[in-house]
């Protein structure tokens, strides 16, 4: 019998290793259907979990209603399973290098584990090559197995886009791919039973890594040109919304629009690419430029609100400035790589003083992860604020409410550009 087949019978066991906001959605996803077993190594979250609560906040209850699944920490539960998808997060350290240590450490824990007849997926977004030069050897060295003769291997690299409940991952088509045809045929229909939107069988394990790791890239390079853009019709006084909706007329203009780019795709995953092609000898020009301008965003945003306060006869080591949202993008939880975090540190090298806050994010978590304090209550005597996140939360927030909480020679900052019409006595900026 495949393995397709005895998870439809319930023969065998799914496991999905790392239930984060990649692993937690598919492994409830594929316990409509199939016995799965969640693992994870934090104990908290599992709790959380079993609680029918989503630590990411993207789920609600009711998801876990009905289905079929064991959270767990234990290797010995791991063991019972039989079709492992592995979605643990891949990160970069200091020097933005690519960090496998997770990855490798779910391979090894994998690898303890791993039986013949054992098919394994990889969702983590990877360099080219990753799966089988990475992965593959911790997997064999652990178990003893051999690829082919022993086991399966694939990748099918996730593409949830957390905070848009329209595209749920049913509906978002699925790149698959396998070590061999069976691998591949295999893997296909498994994800193709939870997939309504279908999958794409993609012709070798690093074609898919490719075009995972290009779908960021693109859109990290779209939005480096915009914000280039800003920089420089900026000095021209030119403001760089009202260009975007003019040029938007032309049947063929794509928008896209400047910002903070930053969380745990866009601002990470072409930095997996530089990785492996410096590696090869290569150093990517284009990519290059583009995360070095999308980098230097923060600098420049707290640059300027510098020179808007010092236009407007405020001192910025006696100003007080509130930032309104620190996670990475709108109507989420997650903080991971917030580039709002980096403009916080850039204006208090101005030693301003800056209170901030976020509906969305974890108090906690904020403390743990960056040594910052969100703030439980608005001050009135801030003298700017800075719309760094548009939440549902800020998007109807009227002048006169920004200039109730302000000093005289109130300044706005907009990085959204989610405000028109303002009060021509406050002092407005945006990207």
Avoid at 143 to 169: C, H, M, Q, V, W
Avoid at 218 to 233: G, H, K, P, V, Y
Avoid at 297 to 326: D, E, F, R, T, Y
């Amino acid at each position: 019998m495949t393995i397709y087949k005895s998870l439809i019978n319930k023969d065998k066991t799914l496991a999905v290793i790392g239930l984060g906001y990649v692993g937690l959605p598919i492994a409830l996803e594929f316990a409509r259907h199939f016995r799965v077993i969640g693992y994870d190594l934090n104990r908290e979250r599992l709790e959380q979990m079993k609680r029918g609560e989503d630590p990411s906040r993207e789920l609600s209850k009711t998801d876990f209603e009905g289905r079929d699944i064991t959270f767990t920490n234990q290797l010995e539960e791991l063991a019972k399973a039989h079709f492992f998808v592995v979605a643990v997060p891949t990160d970069i350290d200091e020097h933005k290098v690519p960090d496998l240590g997770p990855l490798k450490r779910a391979a090894s824990d994998l690898g303890s584990v791993l039986k013949s007849g054992d098919y394994v997926v990889f969702e983590s977004t990877v360099y080219p090559g990753c799966t089988e030069e990475d992965c593959l050897p911790v997997l064999e060295s652990k178990s003893g197995l051999t690829l082919g003769a022993d086991f399966k291997l694939g990748y099918s690299p996730e593409r949830i886009s957390p905070g848009e409940k329209n595209k749920p991952l049913t509906q978002i088509v699925k790149i698959v791919s396998g070590s061999d045809p069976m691998a591949l045929d295999e893997i296909a229909k498994v994800y193709g039973h939870i997939i309504a939107a279908g999958v794409y069988r993609a012709s070798s394990i690093k074609v898919a890594e490719a075009a995972k790791v290009i779908e960021n890239t693109q859109r990290d390079l779209n939005i480096s040109l915009m914000n280039e853009l800003a920089i420089i019709f900026d000095r021209m006084g030119i403001d760089t919304q009202e260009v975007i909706k003019a040029a938007s007329t032309k049947w063929n203009f794509q928008k896209f629009y400047p910002g903070l780019v930053g969380g745990h795709c866009i601002g990470v995953d072409p930095y997996y690419l530089l990785h492996k092609s410096v590696e090869l000898g290569y150093e990517p020009q284009v990519i290059l430029s583009g995360r070095r301008v999308n980098d230097g965003m923060p600098a420049w945003v707290a640059k300027k609100l510098v020179q808007l306060l010092i236009k407007n006869g405020k001192s910025p080591h006696q100003s007080k400035v509130l930032v309104l949202g620190i996670t990475f993008k709108e109507n989420v939880a997650d903080i991971r790589n917030s580039k709002v975090v980096t403009l916080v540190r850039e204006l208090q090298d101005y030693f301003i003083q800056v209170d901030i806050m976020d509906p969305h994010a974890s108090p906690l978590e904020v403390t743990n992860a960056h040594n910052l304090t969100l703030s439980n209550s608005m001050s009135t005597d801030y003298d700017a604020v800075v719309v760094a996140v548009s939440h549902l939360e800020y998007r109807k927030l009227e002048p006169a409410f920004f200039k109730s909480i302000m000093r005289e020679n109130p300044i706005l900052v907009d990085l959204k550009a989610l405000y028109d019409n303002l009060d021509p006595e406050m002092e407005y900026w945006r990207l």
